[in-house]
């Protein structure tokens, strides 16, 4: 089953699969052709230095020019409708450009202010919720999810370290045929965390506890029952309180029904039902909740990437824990506590139906990453954000070249 709801599954990367501020530099027009960016001296191409340690170039117009034919280049093959790209990097400048549009209707351009839905990127959120709860002492990384939540199979021995690092075994709820036909048929019916868990739950364990690493939306949606419990306060507003307040971020959000403020783009999926494309902007994203309903935008994240990479909510032991990753498909790639490290880039990617995101950070170069883009539609089995990011680094970081080449993991949505 491969309808457009499964890529909130794939959003642990496609790599490993969710507001408003000015943004320092200038945005591109429509149809992929931006505008000249801040103005600085020209510098040659960068080149990787030998043994494999090239240093982060300086984002020059020449720089800029070589990501813009890059990133024009991936536009054209996944026929992505628009796209955001934003990188930063201390004493090395920033890019930040727009291509394409943002509504195919009236050819309306893409814009560095728009709202976002971005998909399992709320995975983040919802572990971090999660953690400043061990931080408090209220719970347990180790405690097993049954001393919370009553009738999950296994859960006397799953504990909420093995839900936050995908190795639960759990069944993921997104590809139960049952929960994809109601789904597919009205994508604006609203479904309760206990009916996405029930869905789950009527399949077999796929695997011990602990033995495999699988990206499944059923683990975040058992954590985000957790902290409400715990927490004693609805999801959102914890997660209003307790992260985004304190992290400074204003026009991120964790909506309670298919409200997306505006502005933003419309967004674009193929519907499994119709086999067409289709206007997927106001759908319901309940059925994605603290797995991948959150909403935000380009300096939101740019601000989060920093923060999630480097713990700044969390105590040192916390974050230590967060980061101690577990291999998924490629060697030297890992997931760690609702985060991955991909060749270095430390964060994480999303995917909903019509958008997907890309949020990553480079801790030997301080260097952020943020791609947001208005469609999940994937071109030969890839995320195309992915894709973008592959173009991104294989020219500013060659040696830590975010991988677009393969699959890593089922995407989030």
């Given at each position: 089953m491969r309808s457009t709801h499964t890529r909130l599954r794939r959003a642990c990367v496609a790599a490993a699969s969710a507001a408003l501020l000015v943004v320092p530099a200038t945005a591109g027009s429509a149809y992929g052709a931006p505008t000249p960016g801040p103005s600085v001296t020209a510098a040659p191409s960068p080149t990787p230095t030998p043994g494999g340690d090239s240093e982060f170039p300086q984002l020059t117009p020449a720089v800029a020019a070589q990501l813009d034919v890059a990133i024009r280049k991936v536009l054209g093959e996944t026929q992505v409708p628009g796209v955001i790209v934003g990188l930063w990097a201390p004493g090395k400048g920033s890019y930040v450009r727009t291509f394409g549009v943002a509504d195919k209707a009236t050819g309306a351009p893409m814009e560095t202010g728009f709202n976002f839905r971005i998909g399992s990127e709320t995975k983040t959120f919802t572990v971090t919720a999660l953690l400043t709860l061990v931080d408090?002492?209220?719970?347990?990384?180790?405690?097993?999810?049954?001393?919370?939540?009553?009738?999950?199979?296994?859960?006397?021995?799953?504990?909420?370290?093995?839900?936050?690092?995908?190795?639960?075994?759990?069944?993921?709820?997104?590809?139960?045929?049952?929960?994809?036909?109601?789904?597919?048929?009205?994508?604006?019916?609203?479904?309760?965390?206990?009916?996405?868990?029930?869905?789950?739950?009527?399949?077999?364990?796929?695997?011990?506890?602990?033995?495999?690493?699988?990206?499944?939306?059923?683990?975040?949606?058992?954590?985000?029952?957790?902290?409400?419990?715990?927490?004693?306060?609805?999801?959102?507003?914890?997660?209003?309180?307790?992260?985004?307040?304190?992290?400074?971020?204003?026009?991120t959000v964790f909506p309670v029904d298919a409200d997306f403020p505006d502005p933003h783009p419309q967004g674009y999926t193929n519907q499994s039902a119709s086999g067409k494309v289709v206007n997927s902007t106001d759908w319901n994203p309940s059925w994605a909740w603290s797995a991948g309903a959150m909403i935000s935008d380009l300096m939101d994240l740019r601000s989060w990437a920093h923060t999630l990479a480097t713990g700044t909510l969390l105590t040192p032991a916390t974050q230590a824990e967060r980061l101690k990753t577990t291999p998924m498909d490629i060697p030297g790639d890992g997931y760690g506590?609702?985060?991955?490290?991909?060749?270095?880039?430390?964060?994480?990617?999303?995917?909903?139906?019509?958008?997907?995101?890309?949020?990553?950070?480079?801790?030997?170069?301080?260097?952020?990453?943020?791609?947001?883009?208005?469609?999940?539609?994937?071109?030969?089995?890839?995320?195309?954000?992915?894709?973008?990011?592959?173009?991104?680094?294989?020219?500013?970081?060659?040696?830590?070249?975010?991988?677009?080449?393969?699959p890593i993991a089922p995407k989030a949505k």
């Open positions: 408090q002492g209220k719970l347990g990384l180790d405690d097993p999810i049954g001393k919370y939540i009553e009738g999950v199979p296994n859960g006397d021995r799953i504990t909420l370290r093995m839900l936050a690092g995908m190795r639960s075994g759990l069944f993921n709820y997104s590809d139960d045929p049952d929960f994809d036909k109601v789904f597919t048929t009205n994508p604006n019916t609203y479904m309760s965390p206990r009916q996405l868990l029930d869905y789950s739950f009527k399949h077999p364990v796929q695997f011990a506890p602990d033995a495999e690493f699988d990206y499944s939306n059923t683990n975040l949606i058992l954590l985000g029952l957790v902290v409400e419990k715990i927490g004693g306060r609805p999801l959102h507003e914890f997660i209003r309180q307790e992260v985004l307040e304190p992290a400074g971020l204003r026009r506590l609702g985060i991955f490290n991909v060749q270095g880039w430390i964060g994480h990617n999303g995917s909903l139906p019509g958008y997907e995101s890309l949020t990553i950070y480079l801790p030997e170069d301080k260097a952020t990453l943020v791609v947001l883009l208005n469609t999940d539609i994937t071109t030969e089995g890839q995320e195309p954000s992915t894709l973008f990011g592959e173009a991104v680094t294989e020219i500013v970081t060659p040696d830590h070249v975010f991988p677009g080449h393969k």
